[in-house]
């Protein structure tokens, strides 16, 4: 982790990673910069993280986390072990 910062959600569009809901307008939220990989790569792109500031409950759902309903633009990376 690069840089962890505290701040107001300024959209209703930040996804937490942790609850998989989106944060309203206002509420405070973390931001963290993170590399999933250890070694540069072409597809080690460090990138925002947002984590609801307050305890929430980890999604355990089934199926495509409703975070993603009426969505216009969604990127979702998978990777394998190489």
């Known amino acids: 982790m690069a840089s962890l910062q505290s701040r107001g959600s300024q959209s209703d569009d930040a996804p937490c990673r942790h609850c998989l809901s989106r ?11 993170h590399r999933p990989f250890s070694a540069l790569q072409p597809y080690a792109e460090t990138g ?6 307050d305890a929430c409950q980890a999604f355990s759902g089934t199926g495509v986390p409703t975070v ?8 979702i990376k ?4 190489d």
């Open 68 to 75: 993603f309903n009426g969505a216009t633009q969604v990127l």
């Open 78 to 81: 998978a990777y394998g072990p």
């Open 48 to 53: 925002p993280i947002f984590l609801c500031a």
């Open 23 to 33: 944060m309203t307008r206002g509420r405070e939220m973390l931001i963290c910069a």
